[in-house]
């Protein structure tokens, strides 16, 4: 879904001495920004803001997995193409040796993070997800395996479904050896688009209130937006100020991540959101965005050459390698990449490609593969 471009006034000149000075912008300027025509001017001033938060020609990646550890979900989000309602014929939760399996798959490359998120299943409480992360810690420990694990909505689900309160609920999965929460669920935190694509779906408001309350216990995590689908500018800037005055109460973003939604197969069906589109976002979020310190691409639904480009757009890193992707490759889009083709996509952009952690700390050059993350930490992005 285009934003609508209505007449607005085109010269940003004073936005740009805002940003050159550091100063923070606010709703109008936002609303310029997202309808200013010129892309490489919002790149130049991106790039201003990239370069004052993380000042060297580092761009950034990490070694991970993705582990979709079920697809049984009774929510029904209708921009999911992933989800299968219980009782599904094709529903499925993997087993703990299909798990051990796709992370040891993982630390035989040298990668130390496992991206678990799956579908609401009724079937699962809390503990069985103690166990998993227990047997995944008590298994690949010693590989300095990350669990950067469970969205907001599943960590939501788990607490209702077990009759914990949150702080329950995160206090006993961080003891179960949970490091950090990824983004995901955010979709764009207004109630008017959420009613729309996922009616039965946590609110704005329940999210922000699960990082918040991870946040206050010292789990840091990510943040996401999935946009074209419903939304407006509105919506779309609405969400970046919401990210950024929760970043100002608490400090625990570490790191946005904005992707277009993906239509195919979906209930909420639709068309694509270009590539001029993405761009425009990224640049916009990176200038509104001034708390939260580092922009993440996503390759895997604009495609390597779009991410390439997007690193003069603010973008200081890359992702993860993912290794699987099953939720948005089910809406059409299947992208794969080998590391050395991502460090051969940065060094060729004009960067220096670097493996970090979940927490962005550097890891050092010549780290054989599999060895223990204990110690490997050179500095924090």
Same mark, same amino acid.
């Given at each position: ?29 936002? &609303? @310029? ?16 803001? @990239? ?17 979709? !550890? ?13 989800? &299968? ?6 529903? !499925? ?13 993982? *630390?035989?490359?040298?990668?130390? %993070? ?134 100002? %109460? ?27 589109? !993405?761009?425009?976002? *990224? ?67 004009? !960067? %220096? ?8 700390? &550097? ?19």
């Amino acid at each position: 879904m285009a934003i609508a471009e209505p007449p607005v006034q085109q010269n940003i000149d004073d936005i740009a001495e805002r940003v050159l000075l550091g100063q923070r912008l606010d709703w109008d300027d936002g &609303r @310029r920004l997202l309808h200013h025509p010129n892309l490489p001017e919002l790149a130049s001033l991106a790039n201003t803001v @990239r370069r004052r938060m993380n000042p060297d020609s580092v761009v950034t990646y990490i070694v991970g997995r993705n582990v979709n !550890y079920t697809n049984v979900c009774w929510v029904r989000c209708k921009f999911c193409a992933f989800y &299968r309602v219980p009782g599904h014929s094709e529903g !499925y939760t993997l087993s703990r040796e299909q798990i051990f399996d796709k992370v040891r798959q993982m *630390v035989d490359v040298g990668g130390i %993070e496992i991206l678990l998120q799956g579908g609401l299943n009724p079937k699962l409480k809390i503990e069985w997800y103690e166990d998993l992360l227990r047997a995944i810690k008590d298994e690949f420990g010693a590989y300095g395996v990350i669990l950067h694990a469970f969205s907001p909505a599943e960590l939501i689900y788990i607490q209702k479904i077990s009759k914990l309160s949150m702080e329950e609920t995160l206090v006993r999965l961080r003891a179960a050896g949970l490091d950090s929460i990824p983004g995901g669920g955010a979709e764009i935190l207004t109630d008017r688009v959420r009613e729309q694509i996922a009616i039965y779906k946590d609110t704005a408001e329940e999210w922000l209130d699960c990082m918040r309350v991870a946040h206050s216990l010292g789990i840091r995590s990510s943040v996401t937006m999935m946009y074209g689908s419903v939304d407006t500018w509105e919506d779309r800037l609405e969400h970046l100020m919401k990210a950024r005055d929760l970043q100002d %109460e608490t400090g625990g973003f570490t790191a946005f991540i904005p992707w277009s939604f993906q239509p195919d197969g979906t209930e909420l069906e639709g068309e694509r959101a270009s590539a001029f589109d !993405y761009l425009r976002m *990224v640049a916009v979020s990176r200038l509104m965005l001034d708390n939260i310190p580092h922009m993440q691409a996503s390759w895997v639904t604009q495609g390597p050459r779009i991410a390439q480009i997007a690193l003069d757009y603010g973008l200081d890193d890359f992702g993860s390698t993912m290794m699987e992707e099953n939720v948005v490759s089910s809406a059409g889009c299947a992208f794969t990449m080998p590391i050395d083709e991502m460090e051969r996509l940065i060094r060729v952009a004009g !960067y %220096e490609p670097m493996r970090r952690t979940t927490q962005y700390e &550097r890891l050092p050059l010549g780290v054989p593969a599999g060895s223990p993350l204990e110690g490997r930490c050179r500095d924090k992005v």
